[in-house]
């Protein structure tokens, strides 16, 4: 039987200190780790940029792909496409054409081919105006690149739109004037038709 006067023992204070420590510690790594694979999970895939700065660039007036334009797409840029399909499950690809402020005075016959991109692409085709001449651009890069990647990727879809010479939010109006390089260009995109989340895998 123990004795009434007998001393209670105590834990050391800081024992409480350091369960309180770790404790915390515990939930802050939780809420980090948490936070990182929301963001990882919602990583958008990036937009690739064919621009006239960067060497791929069109005749004036002209949609056909040169023989360099195709050297450097195939060399550069279509290895990063390819690793962006797989990595995020892409099954849509949109090509949007961007033009300069340069007038594009002419006449137009795109409403003649109803939407026929293989007749549109014929080469009887007239682009009479800027918005006119930045689809069929990207019409011509969308052609050459579902060549290439039909064997891999089968069930690609593509989209092909044009921004004519809008300004986007990131440029303001007297640097892209002062500098027509930057506007000049095909933006490639890609989403995917299933919302779900999912972890990029590479």
Not at 8 to 29: C, H, K, Q
Not at 155 to 181: R, W
Not at 187 to 200: A, H, L, M, V, Y
């Amino acid at each position: 039987m123990k004795s009434r006067n007998q001393p209670v023992r105590l834990d050391p204070p800081w024992l409480a200190y350091t369960d309180l420590l770790s404790s915390t510690l515990m939930i802050v790594t939780l809420a980090l780790v948490v936070s990182a694979l929301a963001k990882f999970v919602n990583q958008k895939p990036p937009i690739i940029r064919l621009s006239d700065e960067a060497n791929f660039r069109f005749a004036t007036g002209s949609y056909s792909l040169s023989p360099k334009f195709k050297d450097q797409l195939i060399n550069e840029k279509l290895p990063e496409i390819e690793r962006t399909i797989r990595c995020y499950g892409i099954d849509t690809v949109e090509l949007i054409g961007h033009t300069d402020f340069a007038p594009n005075s002419g006449s137009s016959n795109l409403d003649s081919f109803q939407g026929n991109k293989n007749l549109i692409l014929s080469g009887k085709a007239l682009g009479g105006s800027n918005a006119d001449l930045g689809l069929l651009r990207a019409l011509s890069v969308e052609r050459f690149l579902e060549g290439r990647l039909r064997s891999s990727f089968p069930k690609i879809e593509y989209f092909s739109y044009s921004a004519s010479s809008y300004v986007d939010p990131d440029l303001s109006t007297s640097a892209s004037a002062s500098n027509p390089q930057s506007k000049r260009r095909i933006e490639i995109r890609f989403t995917r038709s299933d919302k779900t989340s999912i972890i990029p895998r590479c």
